[in-house]
């Protein structure tokens, strides 16, 4: 099982004066259980692509298959396929809709007709996953700080239990403490449940530290697929797609720049480290 | 989703009736629409009909755009025609059945309702479709300003319909991404009885009202910011001004009006029979 695009393109408002390309050709396949980052600047399609996982949208042209869910059938089984992929939006707090966090978490499983018992059991797991106490159960969502919000929003999806979870910017606007728990959170999931993880971010660092496998879009297209090391040393092109890399690629650039021989693909702080350690550099010392 | 309602919406082109003055162009619409409940000719019906597909043409206006306006009130256009046609009464009876009558005078005033209805839709699409809304609504503060002698808030009420119109396309977005976001938690807004769907909205309208309310704070708070205090000694960016196509177009305006008074005074009266008196 995994997802398979073949092909895909899609165009808003064909035929329009406003019609827009939006995903040109693009074709992708993701494993079972590998951590993908969708990086790219904004208009880059990654919205839009990751809305084809669940049939959100559909295709203009091209081949969609996602957990051996034919998404370009004539009746794609929907409800099916949205209990196996979990779309987190972007600030997803504002979904938040009912009147206690309890209630708002159990929206999901409550519309797979799950049993009492069971809706209840994942609502805990989904709560305690997140890091939350199980004290806000009863709260209203809308008492609760904007990290906590978000929180509770991700439990709403993780507590369906998907086999793959797509989040769109999930990091978008916390600060770094919060970041981490999100990042650290989605990790935990992953671990548990043996999950795919897509993950749309802006954030080279966090991409360069927790992702398997990165994936940057740029004008609709498939402009780089490769590990996180093979991706983020195209740093050239990277800045001329409007992206950045991480804070360690820019460091290794400027020591090279400096005459230093540092090697490709050091691109976290912990790979940084170790290299400046081995080399002795002054000042540096294993404590 | 909201793809088909093309009422209300702006088509970027341009054109001559796009950088017609909008003043002119509400008034303009506003003429048309009086004139078309006026008309009682068939003759002034072609005059109507004739300065619409002038408009049309001079506007680069897709046809299929405004034909697809017409999608949102065919049932009301349908509705109309069948109560004019067989409730209006009349003498020449065509058939009967039951206790309704289709006579002559019913067909023909049911003909001449739907044609004004149709003229209307597309007339009042044709302003909306040529004009930005920040200008439609600048053209309607200054036609209200002489108002504000005996205390009507034009500029308020300008002010309100620009934020009003500005936040449309947000708010559509914004309900675009709740729909996919629950509907991605395995809501659906398209099954189920009555009841089952009115409860469905429910995780669809918190959280828009919770958004709507956000937005209309931090837009409070911005325009504070910087220092609004409503229209008193507001100067602004683009003055309205009227131009040589604007005097043609008035010119056109005047005459058009000239005609419908004419062809209801004269014709209608002198010479029922060449122009058909309903």
Known sequence: MSIILKEVSHVYSPDSPFEYAALKNVTLTIPDGQYVAIIGHTGSGKSTLIQHFNGLMKPTSGQINVQGIDLCAKKVPLKQLRRKVGLVFQYPEYQLFEETVEKDVAFGPKNMGLSQEEIKQRVLEAIELVGLDVSVLSMSPFDLSGGQKRRVAIAGVISMRPEVLVLDEPIAGLDPMGRREILSLVAAYREKSGATVILVSHNMDDVADIAQRVIVMNKGEVALDGTPQEVFSKSELMRSMGLDVPQMTLLADKLRARGMEVPEGIITEKQMLEFLLDKGVAGCSRT | ?278
Not at chain 2, 25 to 41: D, N, P
Not at chain 2, 142 to 154: D, G
Request: glycine share 8%; aromatic share 10%; net charge positive.
């Open chain 2, 1 to 278: 989703m909201f793809k088909d309602i093309t009422i209300g919406q702006y088509y970027p082109a341009d054109s001559f009736i796009h950088r017609l003055d909008p003043r002119l162009k509400i008034i303009g619409v506003m003429v048309y629409i009086i004139a078309a409940f006026f008309v009682r000719t068939y003759i002034g019906m072609a005059v109507l009909l004739g300065l619409l597909i002038a408009v049309v043409a001079a506007s680069r206006l897709p046809v299929r755009l405004i034909l697809r306006g017409m999608k949102a009130i065919y049932v009301l256009l349908f509705i109309t025609f069948i109560f004019n046609a067989f409730l209006s009464g009349g003498q020449t009876e065509i058939f009967k059945l039951w206790i309704f009558r289709l006579t002559k005078e019913g067909l023909q005033r049911a003909v001449f309702m739907a044609i004004r209805l149709m003229l209307l839709i597309t007339g009042a699409s044709i302003l909306t479709l040529t004009t930005t809304p920040i200008s439609l609504t600048d053209g309607i503060e200054r036609l209200l300003s002489p108002l504000a002698r005996i205390r009507f808030p034009a500029h308020e009420v300008a002010m309100m319909m620009t934020i009003a119109l500005r936040f449309i396309p947000t708010l559509m977005e914004e309900t675009d991404r709740i729909i996919k976001a629950q509907s991605a938690r395995g809501a659906s807004f398209d099954e189920g009885g009555l009841i089952k769907r009115a409860k469905a909205v429910v995780p669809l309208l918190v959280p828009l009202f919770v958004s709507a309310f956000r937005r209309a704070d931090e837009l409070a708070m911005a325009m504070e910011a910087r220092c609004y205090s409503g229209g008193e000694g507001r100067t602004r960016l683009h003055v309205l001004k009227y131009g040589k196509n604007d005097a043609f177009a008035g010119v056109v305006l005047a005459l058009f009006v000239g005609m419908i008074v004419v062809d209801n005074l004269v014709f209608a009266s002198a010479f029922p029979f060449i122009a058909g008196v309903l």
